[in-house]
């Protein structure tokens, strides 16, 4: 039946087996068999012998692969059962190049191996941009600037001034505010590198907020006098090193304890929360309002001198007793205004403002008195 169904196709066959032997150079040649194990085409016109007899029962149900030599090179050759319909109609035996298959594969491994190292390289350049992004740009900015606020304080001694916690402090909370924003990361789940940055950052802002907490005052929120003590000695040792001048400004709320007896404490807690208000709302941003203790506020004005201060004061006059507090109505409050002089201490400052501030009482309150 094999010799039948091969016999009316011998020249179909020969052609589709030159066809393959064409496209795949790795073919040595391709032998079909009946089903007896006679040769009936072969690509190979050097072919010679039958399959053995003893052969064929185990091909019918397990190809075998060999390698042998054949024209003085090394070949794999494949022998395998053709089945139509159930029935086997003829072998056919494929012959391999060995130095091809070879040579294929060791170009398969240098392509893996390619693919390997690219994709090794394509991760490093992610990794490398990811962490320059999220980690070493911004811890690079906030160095830049911490190296920033040292040479800062490297100027500062060398021109005699005194570099103190505070002004330190104060420069490490304006670099943080400033390089915020390099520490806002992706939200991705899991990711290690946002969950660091997110740790650094919390960690900063834990630091910002303990810093501005002893340094604020808790019922008004306003600088408070551990700050405003601060404050006056750096805008001291500033104008001594560029020549310049500032004021301050210190207020006194009018009768405040005639508040506290006729309204009791939590009024007149609510009544120094609004002129806090006030301050804050009239001031510009150098400047450095503070609660100095009790109803008395500070101002520093830096760059003003004491007509400027006088008048600023006397518009902050006016703005409080045109103000309707609740439960209080209108208040007064007294002003006193002095100017730096030369070789000057934060103790000389104040003193003089203050005795500014004891005129104005004396001469009838709500009034502005230079000093």
């Known amino acids: 039946m094999g010799n039948e169904i091969f016999a009316t196709q011998i020249l179909a066959v020969r052609t589709s087996l030159k066809e ?4 795949k150079p790795d073919l040595i040649a391709i032998t079909t068999y009946d089903e007896l194990g006679k040769v009936l085409v072969s690509t190979d016109s ?7 007899n003893n052969q064929l029962p185990s091909l019918l149900s397990t190809p075998t692969g060999v390698v042998r030599k054949w024209n003085g090179q090394t070949v794999f050759s494949y022998t ?10 003829g072998f056919w035996r494929i012959d391999f190049s060995l130095s091809t ?3 294929q594969t060791i170009e398969i491994v240098f392509i893996f191996v390619a693919l390997i190292l690219s994709l090794a390289f394509l991760i490093g350049v992610l990794l490398n941009r990811i962490l320059t992004r999220f980690v070493l740009i911004p811890v690079s900015s906030l160095r830049n600037a911490m190296q920033h606020i040292q040479g800062s304080e490297t100027d500062r001694k060398t021109e005699g001034a005194q570099v103190n916690d505070g002004w330190r402090f104060e420069k490490m909370i304006q670099t943080f505010d400033e390089h915020v924003g390099d520490l806002n990361f992706s939200q991705m789940p899991g990711d ?5 940055a997110h740790a650094f950052r919390r960690m900063l802002l834990a630091l910002k907020n303990a810093y501005i ?4 005052d808790a019922l008004t929120g306003l600088n408070n006098r551990m700050k405003i ?3 006056l000695e750096n805008e001291i040792n500033r104008v001594q090193r560029y020549r310049s001048t500032f004021s301050i400004i210190l207020l006194d709320i009018d009768n405040f304890k005639h508040v506290n007896d006729t309204y009791g404490h939590l009024i007149g807690d609510d009544v120094l929360k609004e002129v806090a208000g006030l301050l804050k709302a009239n001031f510009r941003k150098t400047d450095v309002p503070g609660r100095w203790g009790g109803e008395e506020f500070l101002v520093i004005l830096p760059h003003q001198d004491r007509r400027c201060a006088s008048g600023i004061a006397e518009k902050l006059r006016r703005i409080i007793e045109t103000t309707n507090f609740p439960d209080v109505g209108r208040i007064t409050s ?4 002095a100017e730096y002089l030369d070789r000057d201490t934060p103790k000389g400052i104040v003193m003089r403002a203050d005795a500014a501030l004891y005129r104005a009482k004396q001469q009838g309150r709500n009034r502005v008195v230079e000093g």
């Not at 290690?192 to 660091?196: C, H, K, M």
């Not at 907490?213 to 604020?216: A, D, F, H, Q, V």
């Not at 007294?334 to 205004?337: A, C, N, Q, Y």
């Open 46 to 52: 050097q072919v010679s012998g039958n399959l053995l």
């Open 334 to 337: 007294s002003f006193g205004v």
């Open 20 to 23: 393959i032997m064409q496209r």
């Open 192 to 196: 290690e590198i946002d969950s660091l």
């Open 229 to 231: 003590d601060e404050a």
């Open 101 to 103: 298959m070879q040579r």
């Open 80 to 89: 395998s059962a053709i089945v139509a319909y159930g029935e086997c109609v």
């Open 213 to 216: 907490g002893i340094r604020t």
